[in-house]
């Protein structure tokens, strides 16, 4: 969500002039956008936020704004705390850039804006960024949160819930599409409610209108609350053409208590239950998770409940936190809180059996041919550390499942002139590493048909 806000934000300034620079030290001005999901995040933001004092000591003309959840927390208390800062700009004050920046530029004054209220929806502002060539694109479809999890800050600095119209998003999808954009991550705190409380379309309505987008190739979407997930959405994923075989449903906790703890609003028979027919009706999709460890009052009955629903599950992959008090959010009040020690081992041992599951689901895939959307040179090969002579090119890509695959581009003599970013290239995977695939290109596709998941195995 903040990629696609730090992209919001950079289109309101190159409005008023400005161009975006990799060069730090160059800049005229600087925007952080911070998150407050987690402690940390928030202390890194701080962190950054101090290092930038050397910056305006050199130059005294630089302005310094601070953006997002951090700043729609603190306020003009971030004012105090890191004097070299003078804007700060709430989550919904994106819009507003273009007034504040020029008050700034012209009296050198301090602004704090962070009003929060039921925003008015907008088309969104285009930036550039496509110029750069990437294939993957995030367009926010919801903002905001009414679920009141209990660990949770986002509807204390996001406000509630609101869809934005259907028209502007297929407004906005189009536009990528035209300069280069291959695949859409539709975003939402809860996509399952996308435009109930507007009395817009349904959520697998909108999946459907931005599936006739022509050029487009793949919709992903995150994230879905198992609460509201249902079969119309189950249907929707095994029917609608471009939308890929990847679900990523967090369970937060495979226990009962600390569910009703979370607010959460489902048990966990109720999430295994959704998983089974989501299984049955989409074999072969690729299901991930965020789970938290260490909420107050979990025991170690609760936490071997959370380890007995992965071994259930067995999901593709697992975003695993430490609990971490936020501010307003209503379990800073709880009692029973974990030590930090417990958490930390808690996490250890979760992530250790998540990694034989996600290595597991990667050396299924050896021996299939998947269609990879190509999304650019790999990592490595940018690094400079790739064992082969150049100019053999290290693509990297994803399959429908979200897993990340990287070939050599002359390993496909007759057509691989024709692989490039953006191409749907058919690669038999051949090798399976802890966090990628490796494969082999066999075809080149020229249409957009059979996009979606495996198409054969060769043993
Ligand atoms: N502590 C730890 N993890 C948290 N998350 C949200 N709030 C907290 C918190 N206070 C995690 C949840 C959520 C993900 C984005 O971050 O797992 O799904
Ligand atoms: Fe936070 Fe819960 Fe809303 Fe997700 S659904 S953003 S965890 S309050």
Redesign the pocket.
Known sequence: MNVYDSEQIAARLAALGYQQTGILEIADLVIVNTCTIRAKAEQKAFSFLGRLAGLKIKKPGLIIGVGGCVAQQEGEKILRRVPHIDLVFGTQAIDRLPLLIPKIEDKRCRIVDVALTEKSDQPAAFSDRRLDGSVSSFVTIMRG?????T?????HV?GRETSRHPDHILEEIRGLVQSGVKEVTLLG??VNSYGKKEGLCSFPELLSCVNSIEGLLRIRFT?S?PKDFGSDLINALKTTEKVCDHIHL?V?SGSDRILKRM??KYTRALYLDKIMELKDTCPGIAVTSDIIVGFPGETEADFNETMDLMKMVEFDGLFAFVYSDRPNAPAVQFKNKISEEKKIKRLQTLLELQENFTRMKNQAQVGSVQPILVEGISKKQSSGSVNRPQPTVQWTGRTSTNKIVNFFHNDNPQNCADIFPGKIVRTKIEKAYAHSLWGKPVEVKSASAGLKGEESYAA
Not at 145 to 149: A, G, K, Q, R, V
Not at 151 to 155: D, G, I, K, L, Q
Request: aromatic content about 10%; charged content about 15%; overall charge positive.
């Open positions: 949160c009414d679920n009141f999890c660990y949770c800050v986002v509807p996001r705190q809860n994230t609350h967090p937060q607010n959460r």
